[in-house]
Every structure is written in structure tokens, then in C-alpha cells.
């Protein structure tokens, strides 16, 4: 899934400059990294809630078109409203084609409600982790990484080992 994000330079820095700024229904952000210099942006706050939303935003290489100029960049950190439940502030990192990542990527957990400790022994499947850190380089980037629970019984449990990643891909969790 190719993600794409509109933004345009800022001039106005600080927390006044920010405060306007998301009164008029745009969001403040930062992009750093490779070998760029930072650079304050702005980006429409609702075309970013609806890209925000969908689970790739988060765990995926981002198409970013800053002033007609196309970076490929990484989501690094976001602040929300506490109440409000919009964003504040996003971070974003270009990235460099031949250096490897560090990402923190969800799981997707299959065959829960199948497997024989829930379905036969009536167990319930506890998730001690929802996400894991990986290392690689951005064109082995997955969006997930998929477990799979059919041979669970109650007691059983799946450690970081035990699961299969995808060529190029790195746990960098692992103890």
C-alpha cells in the first residue's frame, strides 16, 4: 500500500506559531534525517487523520511531496489531544535506501479462536506483546508480521524465536 502525504515548508516556529497553525486545521511537524537538513513542515490535519488511521501509516515507508519535491520518509513520532483525539505534532525521518531501519512493527495474531487450548479446553489467548522491534533495510520493510496460533493448547506460549519473519528482516527484541 503506497502511502502519499501532502506538506509545505513553515517559516513560523514555536508554540504560538504551532497554536495558530492547528486552529486553521493544519498540523505542525518536523522532517530530519538522511542527508537533508531539518526542515519544519505543516500538513493538512484531516488528510492526515485519514491516512493516520490505517495501520500501514504507522509501519511503512511514506511517500512525503514537500513543494512538489517526493521524499521517502518513516512516521518517527506523533503527539494527539489527549481529549480531542487529534494530532498535535508529527516527526517524520527521511530514509536512505542502503542504511537499515530500526521499526517497531504489530503483530497479527491467526487461527485465535481455532486454536485446540480456546476452542476445545476453553483457554483464553493472553498478548504479553502486540508489537516487536525490527532491523532492515527499507525495501524489506513488512507492514506486520503474522503469527500463527493453531497448534496452541492451554499452557502453550509462542516466544520471539519461534516466529518466522520474512527474508531481511531482524527481531531485534530478542533476549
Do not use: W
Request: glycine content about 8%; proline content about 4%; some cysteine.
Amino acid at each position: 500500500m503506497k502511502i502519499e502525504i501532502n506538506a509545505v515548508l513553515r517559516d513560523a516556529k514555536g508554540t504560538g506559531a504551532s497554536r495558530r497553525l492547528r486552529h486553521e486545521g493544519k498540523v505542525p511537524g518536523v522532517l530530519y534525517g538522511g542527508n537533508g537538513d531539518a526542515k519544519s513542515i505543516e500538513l493538512n490535519a484531516k488528510d492526515l487523520y485519514m491516512q493516520f488511521k490505517h495501520e500501514a501509516f504507522h509501519a511503512s515507508i511514506l511517500t512525503l511531496n514537500l513543494d512538489g519535491k517526493k521524499e521517502s520518509v518513516l512516521l518517527r513520532d506523533y503527539q494527539m489531544h489527549p481529549v480531542r483525539n487529534n494530532i498535535q505534532h508529527i516527526d517524520l525521518q527521511r530514509i536512505d535506501e542502503n542504511k537499515k531501519l530500526s521499526v517497531k512493527i504489530p503483530f497479527h495474531f491467526l487461527n485465535e479462536d481455532v486454536a485446540p487450548g480456546v476452542k476445545l479446553e476453553g483457554g483464553v489467548v493472553s498478548h504479553i506483546m502486540v508489537d516487536v522491534d525490527i532491523s532492515c533495510l527499507p525495501k524489506d520493510l513488512p507492514t506486520y508480521i503474522e503469527v500463527d496460533m493453531i497448534a496452541l493448547s492451554i499452557g502453550d506460549s509462542i516466544r520471539l524465536s519461534d516466529i518466522k519473519v520474512p527474508e531481511g528482516v531482524e527481531l531485534t527484541g530478542l533476549i
